[in-house]
Nanobody, 127 residues
């Protein structure tokens, strides 16, 4: 049973920074074989893709709304995905979810592409 555990959320003022982490546990497959992604869902809105990295350190993708401000990275030895969020804006306020995909294919920004999800971590940005 694959488990994704997010951490690092919190409250910050506009212009501030936060770094989210997502630890992967319980998988019999090597960590690098998963496509990993970050999604977010604001109240009253649909969940949207924020960033993703293809399996085996392939291409990375970012939503237009976060390009230049958010950076995704991963530590393969720790089986952990990170999302460094800088220059945060009130519109970045949302529950942030980590997701992993293996064997599904599909678009990086489509939540239906992902097999496994974390429980989410709240990010609140005040103006």
């Amino acid at each position: 049973q694959v488990q994704l555990v997010e951490s690092g959320g919190g409250s910050v003022q506009a212009g501030g920074s936060l770094k989210l982490a997502c630890a992967v546990a319980g998988s019999t497959r090597i960590y690098r074989s998963y496509r990993m992604g970050w999604f977010r869902q604001a109240p009253g809105k649909e969940r949207e893709g924020v960033a993703s990295i293809d399996a085996f350190g392939g291409s990375t993708y970012y939503a237009d709304s976060v390009k230049g401000r958010f950076t995704m990275s991963q530590d393969n030895t720790k089986k952990t995905l990170y999302l460094q969020m800088n220059s945060l804006k009130p519109e970045d306020t949302a529950m942030y979810y980590c997701a992993a995909e293996w064997g599904n294919g599909g678009s990086w920004y489509d939540e239906e592409s992902y097999n496994y999800w974390g429980q989410g971590t709240q990010v609140t940005v005040s103006s």
